[in-house]
């Protein structure tokens, strides 16, 4: 009776991890309700979980291993030999389903979620202390030549930012849907005609990539263009955006 018991003790772990997790998703919320007298069901957090479950396996292997003859056991439950049928549906049944439940895990772990983030995001964060001292090289020329740099900012405007940013800089252009985080209006004189050009300039040539972490919750699609765009191009689209948008950008203070 005991060996046929034994024989079977890698089945024994597994089922003793699947109750474990079982009760911890769903009889301990309905416990901890009732326990600290809530009117909701108290879910074990994630993370508590992972580790549970880590303990329950960590627990079963220390306890098949607390004896050879125990090891020996566990571990022939996987040899193919001749036992009774309901060894060999089970060896099967495993051999199936431990492929399916890790791809399980790692499908779910890797899928983007559709859930919006909780967090805040930080629309703009401090400017890197690198992109403080540019300065626009168009702005200290004559009238006519800035004239020109805006017609030409305009055309690269409408060229590499319309899909996202859309044509009058309102923040619709026809991809701008498709994003959880929508690209702003930039008519809006709360946007970007609150930063400097030098923010401007530093969120251009960085893009998503470049935010620091308290602004990248809910993923900017912002692109980085300091592979594509030389940086008088950059000053350009600036120039192009601003005027395209109808706001002019913060001059900065200046010293009494
Ligand atoms: C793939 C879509 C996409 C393209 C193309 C794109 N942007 Fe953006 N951009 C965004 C999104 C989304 C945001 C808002 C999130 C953020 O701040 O990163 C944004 C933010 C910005 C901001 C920051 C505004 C602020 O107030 O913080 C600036 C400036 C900007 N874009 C300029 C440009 C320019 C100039 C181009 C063209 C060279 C361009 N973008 C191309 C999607 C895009």
């Known amino acids: 009776m005991s060996k046929k018991r034994s024989n079977f003790l890698m089945i024994w772990v597994i089922l003793a991890v699947i109750c474990l997790f079982s009760f911890l998703k769903y009889v301990s919320p309905e416990v901890f309700?009732?326990?600290?007298?809530?009117?909701h069901p108290m879910p074990t957090p994630s993370t508590l979980m992972m580790w549970y479950i880590i303990m329950g396996v960590l627990a079963g292997l220390v306890y098949a291993t607390t004896s050879d003859k125990k090891l020996v056991d566990f571990l022939s439950f996987l040899l193919p030999d001749r036992g009774p049928a309901l060894k060999f549906v089970l060896q099967k049944l495993l051999l199936i389903a431990f492929p399916l439940v890790v791809g399980w895990f790692v499908y779910s772990w890797s899928i983007p979620g559709v859930a919006s983030p909780v967090e805040l995001r930080i629309q703009h964060p401090t400017l890197p202390q690198e992109?403080?001292?540019?300065?626009n090289p168009y702005r200290e020329k004559d009238p006519e030549t800035q004239r020109r740099c805006i017609e030409e900012g305009k055309i690269l405007f409408q060229t590499y930012c319309r899909p996202c940013h859309g044509s009058k800089a309102d923040g619709n252009g026809p991809f701008a849907n498709s994003f959880r985080l929508r690209p702003i209006n930039f008519q809006d004189p709360g946007t970007i005609g609150?930063?400097?050009?030098?923010?401007?300039?530093?969120?251009?040539?960085?893009?998503?990539p470049g935010l620091p972490s308290e602004s990248t919750p809910w993923d900017s699609a912002m692109p980085s263009w300091k592979d594509d765009l030389k940086d008088d191009e950059v000053w350009k689209i600036i120039m192009g955006e601003y005027d395209t948008a109808g706001v002019v950008p913060r001059q900065r203070e200046k010293a009494e």
């Open 33 to 39: 309700q009732v326990l600290m007298a809530k009117d």
């Open 131 to 135: 992109y403080e001292k540019q300065n």
């Open 194 to 208: 609150t930063v400097v050009e030098n923010y401007a300039f530093w969120r251009i040539k960085e893009g998503a």
